[in-house]
C-alpha cells in the first residue's frame, strides 16, 4: 500500500477506536490512538499475516504489551477483516469476545493475552526464540508503552533478548510521552529510552512515529539488521487526530460523551477527506 | 526403612526431564540460574540446544515460557518453589493461566526440607497461591518412582500444570512396574478402616510409618497418596468419609490454603466428618538441618504420629 492508502486506513483505524470506547462508555484511546499507524503499517504493510487464516504456523506474531490499547490492535483487527466492524460496539460489554484487554483465547488475530505490564515483551521473546529453536523465519513484533518501560521485566526480556541475539524480534517503544498520573519524566522518567535498548544490546531507530514514511524506513531497517533485536523509539503524539483528546493526560483512560464523540468522529472525518 | 533407597524428588525431576527429552522433541527447559539446584542441569547436559538459562530473572522466565508454549512448544520453567509460585504468582496468573497456555512449572525446594538457607527460601504458600488459578493443575510427588509418572503425565496434559519437588532425599516408595499414574485420582497405599491419613509429597511416606505405628497401637489408618491437589479426588476423599469418618492430611505446606484446606471444603460440602489438618500453622519456617526442622514442626514420622494420637 501507499502511504497515502495506509495513511487512509489509519484514519479508519481511529475512527474504529473511538467508536469503541464511546460504545464501551470506558477504555483507552488516547495510547490507542498515537499508536494507530504503527498498528496500522504492521497488519497491512509488515506482517507476514492472513485474516483468514489468523493461526497459520509461519505468521509474524505482535504481541500488544501496553494490552490496555485493545481498541486500537481491535479496530485494526476489524478493519484488517478479522472479524466484522460492528463488534468493535461490543467492546467491554458483558459477554462480548472483545474483552477490555487483549484475550488470544476468544480473539481472532490476538497471539497472546496481555493488559498486566510489563509481560508482554518477554511472551514476545519467547516466540521469538521458538522461531530460533525451529529455525522458522516469522518474525515477532511488540507494542509496549513508553509509560510501560517503567516495570522491571521489561527489561529482564531485553536483556534475554539482546544477549541472545534475536534479530527476529521488533520491539516498539509507543512513545507518546504521558502516562496516567501525568508526563512520563514527572512520574518516573525511562529517558533515555533509545539508549537504555542500545546498553541492552539492540539496535536502535528513533522515529515521528506518526509518519507512515519513518514507519516504513524503520520496519525495513529492522528487518535488515542482523546479529541484534531491533527498538523502534515512536515519536507520538497521545490522542493523535482528535482535537481535544490531543496531547491531554486526561484522555489516556477515560470514553467520549455523544457530544464529544460527535466531535472526534468530524475531526476525523474532516482528516480523512483531506487525505 | 535403613535399606530403603532415597532419592530427593528434585533429582528425580531432572533426571526425568532427561529421560522425556528424547521422546518429546517439542520439550524445552528454562531455568533462572538454579540449575544445578532445580536439577534441570541434568537435561541441559542432555539436550543443550534445547535448555535456556534465563539468569536471575523469573518473572522474565515465566513470559518466555508463556510465548514458548504459543508456538507449540512444550516449555518446563524451573525455580525453587518461593519464586516459581511466590514471585511470579502475577506472571504466572496472567501470562500462563488465563490464556490457558501448556506450560509446565517445575518448583524444587518446596516447603522447610529447604532447611539451612531458611524462611526466605521455604515457600510454604505455593500449593495455596497455584490452585486458585483457573485451570492450574497441581501435582505433589511423593518419590522419586511418581516423579517419573507426573512429569509424563504434566507433558501429555494439554493446560498448565504446576509440580512441586522437595530438595530432601526421600524414600522410594513405589516400584515403578505398581504405581498408576493419573492426574486427579488418589492413590490408596494402604487400607485402613479407622481413620483417613490424606499425605501429599514427601509426607506421604511419614504417613505410612505413623500408620504402621498406629496399627501398633490398634488403629487401623488407611494412607491416600494425594499426589494431586488439582483437580482434588473428591470421589476418593468423600469415599474415605464415608468409609472410615475422621481425616488427618499431612502436608509440608501452610495449612492455609493448601492440601488440608481442599480436603476441608470438600467434606465440609458434601458430607462432613472431623478434618484435622497436619502442616505449617501460619508460621514461617527456620534456618536448621532439614530433618531437625521436620521434628520440630511436628511433619516427620514422629510428629505426624504423635499429631494424629493427639486428636483420635
Redesign the interface.
Known sequence: MTNQELQKTANEVRKGIVTAVHAAKSGHPGGSLSAADIFTYLFFEEMNIDPKDPKKADRD?F?LSKGHTAPGLYSTLAERGYFPKKDLETLRHTGSYLQGHP???HIPGV???S??L??????????????K??KKSYR?YCLCGDGEIQE??IW??A??AGA?KLDNLCVIVDNNNLQIDGPIDEVNSPYPIDKKFEAFNFHVININGNDMEEIRKAFDEAKATKGMPTAIVAKTLKGKGVSFMENQVGWHGKAPNDDEYATAMSDLEKAGAAL | MSEVKKIATRESYGNALAKFGAEYPDL?VLDADLANATKTGTFKKAFP??F?D??I?E???????????????I?FISSFAMFAAGRNY??VR??IG???LNVKIGATHAGITVGEDGASHQCLEDIALMRTIPGMTVIVPADDTEVFAAVKAAIEHQGPVYLRFSRAATPVIYDPADLKFEIGKGITVKDGSDISIIATGVEVSYALEAAERLAGDGVKARVIDMHTIKPLDEELVLKCAAETGKIFTVEEASVLGGLGSAVAETVAEKNPVPVHRIGVYDTFGESGPWNELMKKYKLDADGVYEQIKAKL
Open positions: 506474531r504481541v484475550d488470544m483465547k497471539d497472546m493475552s493488559g498486566s510489563g509481560q508482554g515483551l518477554s511472551a514476545a521473546v519467547g516466540m521469538a526464540l521458538a522461531a529453536i525451529d515477532t522491571g521485566q529482564e526480556a536483556m534475554f541472545k | 524445552v540446544d534445547r535456556f534465563c539468569g530473572a518473572s522474565n522466565m515465566t513470559g518466555i515460557g508463556a510465548g514458548l508454549a504459543t508456538c507449540g512448544k516449555p502475577e506472571q496472567n501470562s488465563y490464556p490457558k
